[in-house]
């Protein structure tokens, strides 16, 4: 399990050019004009992670599976888009298909890349796309309830739930704020998730400054840092060009590039790691002569699910998970040191998957 996470935003605020260099590829058109990316770009990128190259550097494995983190790059927004303006009825279809939005704010002044809306402001852009989206939910929750009552009526329990989470979606969004602020109840998740509202979404405020404020931010990242502790939400400030820059870099170059920028990471980096802790993700890893591989799960998984997300059969047949901690496994030099050190254990069906956990599964076939 990975997860999909769309980039959006206004037309020209970079979108298109941090996807290509997120996933470094030329397939979505970067120029400045709006719509200049009409169908949703896809990529798939590896989530780095420094961990799974030590433990196959432990291991001696032949071959390294990093997890991987899939980005689409959707056709920019404008005002109207819930009524179908631009490319407004595409936009919102594509968005529904994702687990998280990467929001791309423009905090960067440039004449000669045209503003949609003529002024540099990224909460207003934040806003013209968050009230877009909230119009669209308002009225597919109309439509939704309106098919519903006859099998309410009816006393159909399933509508009889949809019903009620509906309607409490309705009446956050009639208050002005957007559906992911209603606190839903564990036992109604399953069912509020396939409702797939659009404004239930998570977003990750991507705040795209110019090349001398990657670093630091600027006034403008500030003001989205303020607004998105005030929604709790996240933000993170990127330059579209280094990164976009770096991309085409060697890894040592593109490492030397970093520094003189006065940057510890790539953006990319920061950006994986703020999709992981919206969404609740963790890392566990699988490792052998083989392979060294990592697994992406939510936090709070038990043990057999987390065999799941390998092979159906490793849940079905769960027996128990022979487990050592990254750090022991790390600090024993492999699996016979972290033995002897008396850092093995064997969980069971009960057992809550920690990050950066080694894992081995037994089953029955």
Partial sequence: ?????????????GKSTLFNALTRTAAAQAANFPFCTIEPNVGEVAVP???????????????????????????????GASKGEGLGNQFLANIREVDAIAHVLRCFEDGDITHVEGRIDPLADAETIETELMIADMESIERRLANLSRKVKGGDKEAVDQERLLKAAQAVLNDGKPARTLKVAEDDRRAWDMLQLLTSKPVLYVCNVEESAAATGNSQSARVAEMAKAQ???????????????????????????????????????????????????????????????????????????????????ERGFIRAETIAYDDYVAGKGEAGAREAGKFRVEGKTYEVKDGDVLHFLFNA
């Fill in 49 to 79: 992670d420094p961990r799974l190259d030590k433990l196959a550097e432990i291991a001696g494995s032949k071959q390294i599976i990093p997890t991987r983190i899939t980005f689409v790059d959707i056709a920019g927004l404008v005002k």
């Fill in 232 to 314: 709790g939400a996240a933000s993170v400030v990127i330059s579209a060009r280094i990164e976009e820059e770096i991309s085409q870099l060697p890894a040592e170059e593109a490492a030397m590039f970093l520094e003189e920028m006065g940057l510890h990471e790539a953006g990319l980096d920061r950006l994986i790691r703020a999709g992981y802790d919206l969404l609740g993700l963790q890392t566990y890893f699988t490792v052998g002569p083989k392979e060294a591989r990592a697994w992406t799960i939510t936090k709070g998984t038990l043990a057999p699910q987390a065999a799941g997300v390998i092979h159906g059969d490793f």
């Fill in 1 to 13: 399990m990975g997860f999909k996470m769309g980039i959006v935003g206004l037309p020209n605020v």
